[in-house]
């Protein structure tokens, strides 16, 4: 079964980037801290990396962060998505309107105008026709931003939560759940590794 599962590192007060985010710096000031068990060699570490990108069926992102990705200091081979763990599972972007042009164009991305909603939507799809080829349960992952998660969490679109716990306290930055919608979370799974604490929630 295809799952709804949001996955963001975030730091130990709430912000998924440091302060002053943007192009050239993309995480804010600080902000590498969040994903420094990503890049890790620690093979526990590996090991979450792996078991959680194995699962990408369909990948959600907004604009800013595809801007990011896809910008001259964005992805390449060997910081794209998984970090070289996983293959390649189709791309669905939230936009209000497609770029003119992509340079990572041997990932295959989608562009939905209609809202988050039908990206959902449109990314499960594409992760049950993976799942029906590969013979194997795949699932929708929500990468981010920050925003496009909460916004997810808000709509009650989310299965599942995870988060990485990054040891940083960042004081200022893009905040997780800030004005989120109370909801109920129950906890499936917690595993601590040198660089972060892994937290698996159902979102009920």
Do not use: C, K
């Amino acid at each position: 079964m295809t799952r709804i599962v949001a996955d963001i590192s975030v730091s130990l007060d709430g912000f998924v980037t440091g302060p002053d985010p943007g192009p050239g710096n993309g995480l804010g000031t600080g902000g590498e801290a969040l994903h420094t068990w990503a890049f890790s060699e620690d093979p526990d570490e590996r090991q979450v990396l792996r078991e959680g990108t194995a699962r990408s069926g369909a990948v959600v992102l907004g604009r800013r962060l595809f801007d990011l990705v896809d910008g001259p200091d964005g992805w390449d081979e060997g910081t794209g998505y998984g970090a070289g763990e996983v293959g390649r599972p189709a791309f669905v972007v939230v936009t209000a309107s497609p770029p003119a042009s992509v340079r990572l164009r041997t990932l295959d991305w989608t562009f939905v105008t209609t809202g988050l909603p039908d990206a959902v939507g449109a990314a499960r799809e594409r992760a049950e026709a993976a799942s029906a080829r590969g013979g194997q349960d795949l699932d929708v992952v929500l990468m981010g931003g920050g925003a496009l998660i909460r916004s997810a969490l808000d709509a009650g679109l989310v299965d599942t939560l995870s988060l990485h716990l990054a040891p940083v306290l960042l004081g200022a930055g893009t905040p997780l759940f800030a004005g989120a919608v109370p909801r109920p979370l129950v906890r499936r799974g917690v595993v601590a590794t040198p660089n972060a604490t892994h937290v698996t929630y159902d979102v009920l």
